[in-house]
């Protein structure tokens, strides 16, 4: 599973048309496997899903930040893990990632682009005033198979998050088409 996840990861070089530019791999990819702990997102608190396999970390810095993270599956669907997403981000209006920081506002069901290449999406949205006041965070799941592709774009603003995500996210589903 740990090359189709590899092989998912959009190029370091994929982001400098938004100024954004390759900064890390975690794990680096020359390591072994990445994460198996089931941990997909904070929001409305974090929780562990059983069934990944593997995952694969990227991430590019810029005025716009951009993470991918994708996972590989065994044992649960996709649309399994898109319906847990999906009712996590519906379960609050707010929450309270780290003690003693400003909380975040969720904005679950995000309208995200039609994107063809894809089996299923789900998108939400998050004030991030726990790192600073104007960061918004916008993260889309995409779903191909026994992948899930997990994007965020973090902005100044909500707008600027959500005008971001839907200009990147065809880039990851033709990722994801890529390896099947």
């Known amino acids: 599973m740990d090359p189709k996840v590899k092989a998912a990861l959009l190029a370091p070089e994929s982001f400098e048309d938004i100024g954004s530019k390759f900064r890390l791999d975690r794990p680096a990819m020359t390591d072994e496997i990445g994460n198996t702990d089931g941990y997909l997102t904070d929001v409305c608190r974090p929780v562990s899903i059983p069934g990944i396999s593997t995952s694969r970390r990227r991430v590019w810095n810029g005025s716009v ?5 994708v996972y590989g599956l065994i044992g649960v ?5 898109l319906d847990t997403v999906r009712a996590k ?13 400003p909380e975040r506002v969720v904005r679950a069901d995000v309208e995200l682009p039609a994107l063809s ?8 949205c998050e004030s991030m005033a726990d790192v600073s006041e ?3 965070n916008c993260t889309a799941f995409l779903s ?10 973090t902005a100044a603003s909500e707008d600027s ?4 995500l839907a ?7 033709a990722g994801l088409q890529k390896v099947g």
């Open 65 to 69: 930040g951009v993470q991918q993270d």
């Open 77 to 81: 669907t996709s649309a399994h893990i």
């Open 167 to 173: 200009l990147v996210l065809p880039r990851f589903a």
């Open 134 to 136: 104007r960061n918004w």
């Open 117 to 124: 290449d894809v089996d299923g999406t789900y998108g939400f």
């Open 161 to 164: 998050a959500r005008a971001h």
């Open 144 to 153: 191909r198979g026994d992948l899930i592709d997990s994007v965020s774009i």
């Open 89 to 101: 981000a519906r379960s609050c209006k707010t929450y309270v990632l780290t003690i003693n920081k």
